[in-house]
């Protein structure tokens, strides 16, 4: 039979173009789990994807009650689950005040975070169940969480601390909006909530990677210059990004590209080991990289896992 993959965030960029790639495949029906329904439709018609294999299904990640109701609709819907990929993110570097999900927490690490933290934790019994050969749940990363590279070193960098930030609800009332505790800043926000993914991913290698035989991966697909994903940034910035990655840093890698990257992650027979980052050096080959230090700390992994359990409410 085909398999069932869920992404979030299908409707743009990385997200669109994985969902692309596997519909294309034809061994994959495709749910695209997205905010904005209409924007997803005209988004894979656009593409040209094929009408028989992709459905979209409301899911908005800086609403709690919407994760747990788009896990309902996906139950409702019969399907088997046999990957998800935990792709949609918000980034807003020039954002002066902190904005917040519908609970509360900071938008960029309630969204990336905390609405995919519950998104998975509850999805992981519908992985579990299913008959797939590989079954995988995969977390996109990033570079720019990893201050152990030289884009993760751009300042401000990523930094969880003792997480007093996170512990108390990320509401910028009686806890700051920022995992560390920290002022708040939009673009270390992100890369916070960049960490806090693959801290989690390691995390669940660790607890039930053994037991269920699911392969949990994260990677860095490269630097995407063209996504919806720096729309908020200052206009010069979006006009020189692109071919400073091409030219510069030779980071860059096309949505097209990019998506069949993740694609490999999703269903390629061998990509099936667990707890690995991956990342493609400059012929596109995939290779596990390695993560920063505190991107691959356990005792950090362990107290993120902790902490968010209780605020989405599992603990
Ligand atoms: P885009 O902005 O193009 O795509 C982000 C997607 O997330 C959009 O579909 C957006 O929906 C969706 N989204 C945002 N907020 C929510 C929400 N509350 N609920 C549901 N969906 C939401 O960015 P990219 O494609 O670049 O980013 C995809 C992933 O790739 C992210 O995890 C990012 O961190 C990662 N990444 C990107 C890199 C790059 O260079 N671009 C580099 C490394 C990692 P909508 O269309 O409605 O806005």
Redesign the pocket.
Known sequence: RKGSVVI????????LATAKALAESGKWDVIMA???FL?AERAAKAAGMPKENYTIMH????SLDSVRQFVDSFRRSGRPLDALVC????YQPTANEPAFTAEGFELSVG?NHLGHFLLSRLLLEDLNKSDYPSRRLII?G??TGNTNTLAGNVPPKANLGDMRGLAGGLNGLNSSAMVDGGNFDGAKAYKDS?VCNMLTMQEFHRRFHEETGITFASL??G???T???FREHIPLFRILFPPFQKYITKGYVSEEESGKRLAQVVSDPSLTKSGVYWSWNKASASFENQLSQEASDPEKARKVWEISEKLVGLA
């Open positions: 979030t965030g299908a409707s743009s960029g990385l997200g997205c905010r904005d924007k899911l908005d990640l800086a792709n949609a993110a918000v969204t996109v990033s570079i960049k860095y697909p630097c995407i210059a996504t919806g994903l």
